[in-house]
């Protein structure tokens, strides 16, 4: 027994639990995030259970990670005491993950590929230069308004809002 | 092309994910997920819940500035413009795999590209390759005559129902030309489903909705389709 780490050597048991219950926290939330990275990638196939799962999934971690993450600090203090610089390392990196994923629950890595465009900007039709007459363009007239969206926009971006005669509408693609 | 007012709300979407190689949208107002080519909420409080279709059409640049010249058009966003699409996109796509389970007794290949019409309760695809060849189409889907018309880039595709006043019309289009007449009356009508001179001039054949999509994309979303 270690005479320089009276805690650990008071109680062996708790210090082991409380490592447990770190491993294991860290691992719930890594699932949490990559399980639906993985199950909504593209160029995979889909089924409504994993779409279920993927949605749920998303839609707690947010939540989940920042509970877990104030868990996993109050453990990492409680262990820290007891650790030597090895196991001071491993709280250091445990914590470094858990705060990756709480700050990867709040982003949308699809908009990381394939950027919005939350504010939507227009040319007349003689001041578009940017179309040549041969491209697609995707178009809809709505109360006397049209409107036209290139297609070699619209494949990057996929989605773009707009109120056209007044309606409010998503072009997709 | 979708409404995003739903039961009095108008809702605002990101992209969220791939469902089968269809993007998931996600409103900011219940964080639901949405199918986009079905516009159906999969996932989430309005689960169930189905965005409004609004009409609109694929065609050249050219075509739509002579229909709609005091319309507006999509700016490029300058920030990320070096990434659209290259001008041969859709042969690039068509080379796309799939992942969907494939038949391979189906005559249509995955990526074959095939307009999308349902209505009545009923889906048909026309292959894009038969209507090049045959357009315009006359055809009866769910018990209502529609006449299918293809521009001179044979890329814009629109579909209309062919009566009027209860009359079904019989339309022919001169090669090469979008001057469109209906035996019936001899009238002519333009590829926006107007009558532009003859007996019927002024009215405006009802538009019906299509939808230029892949097979296999089709498919899943019309499992009875038929294939014209």
């Known amino acids: 027994m270690?005479?320089?780490?009276?805690?650990?050597?008071?109680?062996?048991?708790?210090?082991?639990?409380?490592?447990?219950?770190?491993?294991?926290?860290?691992?719930?939330?890594?699932?949490?995030?990559?399980?639906?990275?993985?199950?909504?990638?593209?160029?995979?196939?889909?089924?409504?259970?994993?779409?279920?799962?993927?949605?749920?999934?998303?839609?707690?971690?947010?939540?989940?990670?920042?509970?877990?993450?104030?868990?996993?600090?109050?453990l990492t203090i409680y262990l820290w005491r007891s650790g030597r610089w090895f196991k001071r390392t491993v709280l250091v990196m445990l914590m470094a993950l858990a705060a990756l994923l709480t700050w990867f629950a709040r982003q949308n890595h699809f908009e990381w590929m394939f950027h919005p465009l939350p504010a939507a900007a227009f040319d007349k039709v003689s001041d578009a230069t940017f179309v040549n007459d041969s491209d697609q363009v995707m178009a809809i007239s709505v109360n006397q308004e049209a409107a036209a969206y290139p297609i070699r926009e619209m494949a990057y971006h996929h989605v773009v809002e707009d109120t056209v005669g007044g309606v409010p509408l998503v072009a997709t693609y | 092309m979708w409404e995003r007012n739903v039961d009095g709300r108008t809702l605002n979407f990101h992209l969220s994910g791939i469902n089968n190689q269809n993007f998931i949208m996600r409103d900011e107002e219940t964080g639901s997920w949405w199918q986009q080519v079905s516009g159906q909420c999969i996932a989430g409080p309005l689960k169930g819940k189905q965005l409004q279709l609004v009409a609109h059409d694929e065609l050249p640049f050219a075509l739509w500035k002579h229909e709609q010249p005091e319309g507006r058009v999509l700016k490029p966003d300058e920030r990320v413009a070096a990434q659209y699409e290259p001008v041969d996109w859709e042969?690039?796509?068509?080379?796309?795999?799939?992942?969907?389970?494939?038949?391979?007794?189906?005559?249509?290949?995955?990526?074959?590209?095939?307009?999308?019409?349902?209505?009545n309760g009923t889906a048909k695809a026309y292959p894009m390759a038969r209507l090049e060849k045959?357009?315009?189409?006359?055809?009866?889907?769910?018990?209502?005559?529609?006449?299918?018309?293809?521009?001179?880039?044979?890329?814009?595709?629109?579909?209309?129902?062919?009566?009027?006043?209860?009359?079904?019309?019989?339309?022919?289009?001169?090669?090469?030309?979008?001057?469109?007449?209906?035996?019936?009356?001899?009238?002519?009508?333009?590829?926006?489903?107007?009558?532009?001179?003859?007996?019927?001039?002024?009215?405006?054949?009802?538009?019906?909705?299509?939808?230029k999509d892949y097979w296999f994309d089709w498919k899943i979303y019309h499992p009875d389709t038929a294939v014209y």
């Open chain 1, 2 to 74: 270690n005479a320089a780490s009276p805690a650990a050597a008071r109680r062996p048991a708790h210090t082991v639990l409380a490592w447990l219950a770190l491993w294991l926290m860290a691992a719930v939330l890594l699932a949490m995030i990559v399980i639906p990275v993985y199950l909504i990638m593209p160029f995979k196939s889909q089924t409504p259970r994993a779409i279920d799962l993927a949605f749920n999934l998303k839609r707690w971690s947010p939540l989940a990670t920042v509970l877990g993450l104030i868990t996993m600090v109050a």
């Open chain 2, 91 to 119: 042969d690039r796509y068509a080379k796309l795999r799939v992942i969907t389970p494939v038949d391979p007794d189906d005559p249509l290949k995955p990526r074959d590209l095939v307009i999308g019409i349902a209505m």
């Open chain 2, 134 to 211: 045959l357009a315009p189409v006359a055809d009866t889907l769910g018990g209502t005559a529609i006449v299918i018309l293809l521009d001179t880039s044979k890329k814009s595709v629109r579909a209309f129902e062919s009566t009027v006043d209860g009359r079904a019309l019989t339309f022919s289009v001169k090669q090469d030309t979008l001057q469109i007449a209906d035996a019936e009356t001899g009238s002519n009508w333009d590829f926006t489903g107007r009558a532009t001179a003859g007996p019927l001039a002024g009215r405006q054949l009802r538009r019906v909705m299509v939808l």
